[in-house]
């Protein structure tokens, strides 16, 4: 691995994307289009939209992607998952989507809503995300993201049957992977390897999570199973009350994560943003993606 990442020249030709998620009340509606206009300028391949555990946004979230298509330039993408709808109600929200002109899915099986109960398939409904690939390839053309996980599902035996299931997603129509968040570059690098010697050669894009929370950002990756490193939690020991200096060290970790990427040939970043545009905005800017990228 290449670590003479800062001497380096800014990286070319880095595309990125952000992942939103829809407001609950009006204060948040208006953080959330703060965020949005601020990274609007730097031209992301696309936006998403989350959908909440058990379905519990699918409403919020067809508004916010469709409001994003209509009133910015921007290619607005929404998240579906086989929790809380049959077979019938997912091809009429996808149908929705598809005459309001959005063209991309990111298809996910989804969690229970009170993130606890094990998973149980909705009556009527589509299993697993393989088969909401496949369900939603007979609505329309979509273009369709799954995830991928780079440390495993927390529900997978292992590695192998994880991939598997990954394969099935593509088999079934899947055109992109993105990934859960993790720290180590080594991680992501060692699983597209894996995956590339599958003989998967769709993208998998990397998502990448600005730690804004030390804290909130444990207890969800004791859920999802990401591994946070020793090192990372040293870096953020002792500021959980000073904000400036967290932002200051979140944006150095995850510009180094992307460095070291981008030094090893990745050129595509999907940010989680959890609806906040500093520190997404500050890493785009150090990958040299701005908004006047391309000029003299």
Known sequence: ??????????????KVSFEFFPPTTEKSMLSLWKCIKRLQPVRPSFVSV???AGGTTRERTHETVVRIAKETNMKSVAHLTCIGSNKHEITSIADRYWQVGVRHIVALR????????SYIPHPGGYAFASDLVEGLRKVADFEISVAAYPECHPESKNQNEDLDNLQRKIDAGATRAITQYFFDPDVYLRFLEQVRGRGIQIPIIPGILPVTNFNQVKKFSALSGTHIPDWLADLFEDIDDDQETRKLVA???AS???RIL???GVKNFHFFTL???????????????RP?????
């Open 1 to 14: 691995m290449n670590q003479k990442i800062l001497s380096q020249s800014l990286p070319k030709e880095v």
């Open 110 to 117: 989804g969690d229970s809503s009170d993130g606890k109960n």
């Open 292 to 296: 006047n990228q391309g000029k003299k």
């Open 50 to 52: 989350t959908y909440g």
């Open 262 to 264: 981008c030094a090893n």
């Open 275 to 289: 609806n906040r545009s500093d520190l997404t905005y500050a890493i785009c800017h150090i990958l040299g993606v």
């Open 251 to 253: 944006a150095s970790v």
């Open 256 to 258: 180094e994560q992307c």
